[in-house]
């Protein structure tokens, strides 16, 4: 793989689950600009067609509301006038002889003007009242419209994002889930996720799994040995860069596990070395000059220490030994042995311990 690379990613403005349609075959050599994969813009069209009947519908009850206050108000207009005409004769009679009219006359007068003040400013409440109702109206209607403009030109602008692009030239390499899979036409898709990377040839690196029972010693700075499948005759050298912190399983239905690790290379040669390319790798975990090493089940061991059993002819003996480096398969003698000597790989019958 590379050890640099441009995602291909679901874009992140896009709310939502998303469907592929479509993608590229991996391993497609793709110049920049040329489209990678493609999405469903069904549900996108729906929302926005949903969108634009809701922002009608609001528009022509604001045209309904503006018309009502509209009505209202000129009514309340021109009750006001007919009340501030009937005020003003009102006035002229009071301000006449009162001698001329009798007490009664009089005193309707009077009820009269009070009556019509009262009732103008009645009228100045209702026209500010249904201002400031209708206004309130109007301006809920206006965030109705406002939301539904926003969303129908999310999903208009949506509608225009369906297509993915390379940003640059170079091979398209799918990227896989936790599982394995790569991307495939029908798969919903989430944004910002992954679903493939145009890889930089010119930064290969392998990526290597070891069974978990044979990653003993496994670390980081250990020399590698390489070989590429397409070209077995070549080995190429390079050190382990890092070490997974956990063993997983490479495929769902399988209960072994590996540890992941990844080696960067001395050199690479782009003639026989692909992304995605198969590689087998020999690791030296450890080098001894010169050492004793037996197979793990002739070691037994308590709290006190370990020990082997010694053939000495048809007799053994146990003997109590220093143990250094373990593998899944051997372990390391410091002392207590001498080369040469016989021991057996099973308890001895009759021995304890």
């Known amino acids: 793989r590379a050890a640099t690379s441009t995602p291909i990613q679901v874009p992140n403005v896009v709310m939502g689950p998303q469907v592929l349609t479509w993608i590229a075959?991996?391993?497609t050599r793709v110049e920049a600009g040329q489209v990678v994969a493609r999405f469903d813009g069904t549900q996108f069209a729906v929302e926005r067609d949903k969108a634009e009947?809701?922002?009608a519908k609001v528009g022509l009850n604001r045209d309904a509301k503006a018309r009502e206050l509209d009505l209202e108000l000129g009514g309340v207009a021109g009750n006001r006038v007919l009340v501030e005409r009937e005020y003003e004769l009102a006035q002229r009679f009071a301000s006449a002889?009162?001698?001329?009219y009798s007490r009664n006359e009089i005193l309707d007068m009077l009820q009269d003007q009070a009556y019509l003040a009262s009732q103008n400013r009645y009228y100045d409440w209702k026209s500010a009242q249904s201002e400031q109702r209708s206004g309130a109206e109007i301006a809920l209607l206006d965030t109705q419209a406002a939301r539904h403009q926003l969303k129908r030109d999310q999903n208009a602008a949506n509608l225009g994002r369906l297509e993915l692009t390379a940003p640059h030239a170079g091979t398209l390499v799918y990227a896989r889930?936790?599982?394995?899979?790569?991307p495939s036409a029908g798969q919903s898709v989430w944004p910002g996720m992954k679903l493939g990377e145009l890889p930089d040839p010119g930064t290969l690196e392998a990526k290597l799994h070891v069974l978990e029972s044979e990653a003993a010693g496994l670390a980081v700075d250990q020399p590698v040995e390489l070989r590429v499948d397409a070209a077995p005759q070549q080995v190429f050298s390079g050190r382990v860069k890092s070490v997974g912190q956990l063993a997983a399983p490479r495929e769902r239905d399988s209960p072994v596990k590996y540890f992941?690790?990844?080696?960067?290379l001395e050199r690479t040669d782009p003639a026989v070395m692909r992304v995605g390319a198969l590689v087998r790798a020999r690791v030296r975990v450890a080098q001894l000059e010169a050492a004793i090493a037996v197979p793990n089940q002739a070691v037994y061991g308590d709290a006190e220490g370990h020990w082997v059993y010694v053939l000495q002819g048809a007799e053994s003996q146990r003997r109590a030994v220093r143990i250094g480096r373990r593998?899944?398969?051997?372990?390391?003698?410091l002392d207590g042995l001498e080369a040469g000597e016989r021991i057996a790989l099973a308890r001895p019958a009759g021995a304890r311990g």
């Open 53 to 55: 009947i809701e922002l």
């Open 25 to 27: 075959p991996e391993g």
């Open 97 to 100: 002889d009162l001698r001329i």
């Open 260 to 264: 992941e690790f990844v080696v960067a």
């Open 177 to 182: 889930n936790w599982w394995g899979e790569p």
């Open 327 to 333: 593998s899944g398969t051997r372990t390391e003698i």
